[in-house]
């Protein structure tokens, strides 16, 4: 009997999210309609970086923010300088970029956007991008966002990708970034809801952003500001075809930091947002509720290692009750192949999987860690990994 309760319970906590994941994945595989009419008028940008101890990647990612085509006069590269090295703003300061410096006791990239904001004042532009210090975006960036923006779209995720694939657990990091564009971007956008939000490569009406980014206060930004879109009902898109490289970590303490900021992230945006879901449910707020409910599933990783570890106990112990977990151990099988695109199944992918039982470890260490972490902001360390070799180029 107790058997019984504990895997009806796992069903719950495990099958479910399985189930959720399997059918945002079959819908991903449909090919996203993100073609917007060319632009009738070029509205005003402005780009902003929070940099935070990144000395090795921003002055590259400035650079590439900067080359674009689209014009010099309608588009500001803000820098959010916070504790970089003299050399470094010196190097920033012999290109159109503005640098916005800040002094925090505890840093967070709330903080930063919101000193930036106030910096910048209201009016400052048509529309905001943002994106993270290691980040390299092409050519055509703020033109195809111009296209999505003057076609009336409020919020718009782009397409993050991995930059660099040098280590297994960079390997792993890239794999899963797919995974999750597939199921919570384009899955969810293919079924009519609403794009999830990633942190960099996302783009807002700069009006809303400026009324609204003040109200983010934990390190979870991100996670604030899909809450306050979608309780305010409006749709956020995704841009599959509009890609920015990211670099991924490559170390195992650095995906340790990276994950423990991301769980306590979605701990506390779920936390927060659940007072709202009575409302949002009269009001037939699906986005709002799908949200909920996505803040709810556990860490994939959990689900790799914990699903096939009980189907295998429970083929032991139960064989008749273990046929529902062979099913659910399939399901996630046939999810995450339907969301990891082709170009990531290599043998380098086959040969970072050997790092998976340490990462699932280090993932259940992290679920007793999180204490602390809500407004602390755990600094994920850059290194320039995948960065394109400097080219003899005059700068724009």
């Known amino acids: 009997m107790i058997l019984n309760i504990i895997d009806w319970i796992l069903v719950a906590a495990l099958g479910l999210p399985v189930l959720y994941l399997f059918v945002f994945a079959l819908f991903s595989m449909r090919r996203p309609d993100d073609d917007y009419p060319p632009a009738r008028r070029r509205l005003r940008f402005v780009t902003l970086i929070p940099a935070y101890k990144a000395d090795a990647v921003v002055v590259r990612t400035a650079q590439a923010a900067l080359r674009q085509d689209y014009p010099a006069d309608l588009h500001r590269v803000v820098v959010i300088a916070d504790r970089l090295r003299p050399a470094t703003l010196d190097a920033l300061r012999r290109r159109p970029v503005e640098i916005v410096e800040v002094h925090f006791e505890n840093s967070s990239k709330a903080k930063a956007l919101t000193f930036a904001a106030d910096t910048l004042g209201a009016g400052a532009a048509d529309a905001v991008t943002i994106l993270d ?58 079924l009519g809801l609403s794009s999830a939000l990633i942190g960099s490569g996302m783009a807002f009406r700069y009006d809303w952003f400026y009324a609204n980014i003040r109200r983010c206060i934990t390190a ?54 659940v007072r709202q879901l009575p409302g949002a449910i009269l009001a037939g707020n699906a986005d709002y509720c799908d949200k909920l409910v996505q803040w709810c599933l556990p860490p994939r990783m959990l689900l790799l290692g914990l699903v096939p570890l009980w189907t295998l106990l429970m083929t032991a112990l139960d064989p008749a009750g273990s046929v529902k977990w062979w099913v659910t151990l399939l399901l996630l099988a046939f999810a995450l192949a339907f969301a990891l695109p082709d170009a990531q199944t290599d043998a380098r992918l086959g040969r970072a999987l050997r790092r998976l039982p340490v990462l699932f470890l280090l993932t259940v260490r992290n679920m007793f860690r999180l204490r602390g972490t809500k407004e602390r902001f755990i600094h994920t360390s850059h290194t320039g990994a995948g960065d394109p070799a400097p080219q003899n180029r005059p700068e724009p």
Do not use: C
């Not at 092409?138 to 694939?165: C, W």
């Not at 305010?232 to 075809?241: E, F, M, P, V």
């Open 220 to 273: 979870g930004e991100d996670k604030e500001l899909e809450a306050l879109l979608l309780r305010q009902r409006i749709y956020i898109g995704y841009l599959d075809s509009l890609e920015v490289l990211d670099e991924k970590v490559q170390a195992e303490g650095a995906y340790y930091d990276q994950r423990r900021r991301w769980i306590a992230a979605q701990f506390y945006a779920l936390a927060a947002a």
């Open 133 to 190: 210090a290691d980040n390299l975006v092409p050519e055509h960036y703020i033109a195809r966002l111009n296209d999505v923006f003057d076609s009336g779209v409020e919020a718009m995720q782009a397409h993050r990708t991995a930059k660099n694939r040098d280590t297994d657990t960079a390997v792993i990091d890239a794999a899963s970034e797919e995974i999750n564009n597939s199921i919570f971007r384009r899955g969810h956008v293919a």
